[in-house]
């Protein structure tokens, strides 16, 4: 596991922190999976969003969570490609509502 980076706090309520170097790892995921390529017209703009705050000295946590709630209203086909991609998992993870794997 990697080392504590104080940009990598859990939780994205008001106030707390989001995993940033999760999400730029999000970022990247999503422009280079292949099957998130034929939506890249409508995911490039919520993607340069977020890199545009990313790359502030301090991203604004609020901002950031709002831009990727945003990445969940796509349309069906690129919903469906960010799952395909497993995108849509880290996306899960990083906002904290994911629905855990199931055991068997």
């Known amino acids: 596991m990697a080392a504590a980076n ?4 859990e939780g994205s309520g008001s106030g ?16 280079t999976h292949d099957t998130t390529k ?6 490039a703009s919520h993607l340069d969003a977020l890199e ?7 991203p604004h946590h609020p901002t950031v969570a709002s831009l990727l709630q945003g990445l ?5 086909g690129a919903t469906q490609a960010m ?3 497993g995108a849509m998992n880290l996306l899960n993870e990083i906002l904290g ?3 855990p794997p199931i055991s068997r």
Not at 38 to 43: F, L, R, S, V, Y
Not at 52 to 58: D, I, M, Q, V, W
């Open 16 to 31: 707390a922190k989001l995993p940033i170097d999760s999400v730029r790892d999000l970022v990247d995921h999503i422009r």
């Open 83 to 85: 799952i395909n991609s």
């Open 97 to 99: 509502t994911g629905v």
């Open 52 to 58: 545009t705050e990313l790359k502030r000295e301090e």
């Open 38 to 43: 034929p939506h890249a017209e409508e995911i």
């Open 6 to 9: 104080p940009n990598d706090k």
């Open 72 to 76: 969940r209203g796509l349309s069906a």
